[in-house]
């Protein structure tokens, strides 16, 4: 049995080294590359039937090498937060769909969480004046956290 080997350019080894940039994310067909095969020591067989081997990723791209998995027949794929784990029998267009769904989930958590992060949540002006009451007529603070409204209102009744 021959050890497959993705060779530079491939569909996989190009969804490897950038799963975001994929092209099927623009509603283009990924490229369709077959995996070439090795034979390490010409006699026709393969050393090590059970492992795969990849291309590294360019520079800049750590910790994305995919690796053969613990026997289920699976690559894994180690991402940030966890791994990613590929089919052995997956094909280039399912490897590239995966690993697109896969970085569109990641980018719409980004983007959520950026979106949470744009500063602290303010109350509204008017409940804060009535908490502190009318019978104090200073000038109010203009922003107040929510959560801080009573504390603030405590400390102008000294």
Request: no cysteine; proline share 10%; glycine share 10%.
């Amino acid at each position: 049995m021959k050890t497959s080997i993705i060779q530079p350019g491939t569909a996989r080894e190009r969804l490897v080294a950038n799963p975001e940039s994929h092209a099927g994310e623009r509603g283009e067909s990924p490229p369709t590359d077959p995996p070439a095969t090795s034979d390490d020591d010409g006699d026709g067989t393969a050393s090590d039937a059970d492992t795969h081997t990849f291309t590294p990723p360019p520079d800049g791209v750590t910790g994305m090498t995919p690796e053969h998995a613990d026997g289920d027949g699976s690559e894994r794929l180690p991402v940030p937060g966890g791994d990613l784990r590929l089919p052995e029998t997956a094909s280039d267009e399912e490897a590239a769909a995966l690993v697109a769904a896969v970085a569109n989930h990641l980018r719409e958590q980004r983007a959520a969480a950026a979106a949470a992060d744009d500063g602290p949540e303010l109350v509204n002006p008017w409940s804060f004046a009535g908490r502190v009451g009318a019978r104090e007529r200073r000038d109010l603070p203009g922003q107040v956290e929510r959560g801080d409204e009573w504390k603030l209102a405590g400390r102008l009744q000294r």
